[in-house]
């Protein structure tokens, strides 16, 4: 895929800002319930926006959104239960996200169906995330006092195919939207051709 005109970038980055923001503030707190959707925005910032720079700004304010979220509940960031060393490890497990868009998005054609394998790269891509951020967080975060596979094995299961629904969600409806808008954008250029 071509990189995105400047606008079209800008777009595109304060949307996934919007969205990450609108909806990450509900694993930490309960301001819009709406599934975190950090997972698909960093997918699609790496199909999108593709610059590391850029990757780094995402991370940086889902940071900060957990910190400001931890703070209005009243306690110190390093006291809430989802911040362990583990925490660390969502840099990685993001990095898988942005990394498989930026993947699909140099190897994407164009059309409905190229639109396809985009989602399937992101799913695959969620479920690698996934498992990095929860194996992280059970064997690392020290919240299990004695981890073992049986019970990980057991949790992933259990929260897997949810986080891995939730970004295929989130991605299915950026990935119509895309569409939707490049249709519109063609009838109106016909039209004008027309005239």
């Given at each position: ?140 975060g020290g919240r299990y006092p004695e981890p073992n ?47």
């Open positions: 895929m071509k990189s995105l005109p400047r606008p079209a970038a800008h777009a595109v980055l304060i949307a996934l800002l919007i969205v990450m923001t609108a909806t990450r503030f509900h694993h930490v707190g309960s301001w819009l319930h709406l599934p975190d959707a950090t997972m698909a925005v960093c997918f699609l910032g790496g199909f999108y926006l593709r610059r590391y720079a850029l990757y780094a700004l995402l991370l940086g304010v889902a940071v900060l959104i957990d910190y400001v979220a931890i703070r209005q509940q009243g306690m110190s960031f390093f006291e809430h239960y989802c911040v362990t060393p583990a925490y660390y490890a969502l840099l990685f497990s993001y990095f898988v996200l942005w990394q498989a868009g930026r993947w699909v998005s140099s190897r994407r054609e164009g059309g409905l169906a190229s639109l396809g394998l985009v989602w399937l790269v992101g799913v695959a891509a969620a479920a690698v995330s996934f498992l990095i951020s929860n194996g992280a967080f059970y064997w690392f596979w049986s019970q990980y094995v057991a949790r992933a299961g259990q929260w897997g195919p949810l986080f891995v629904r939730t970004t295929a969600t989130y991605i299915a409806v950026a990935l119509a939207l895309q569409y939707a808008l490049v249709r519109l954008r063609g009838a109106r250029r016909a039209r004008l051709a027309r005239g």
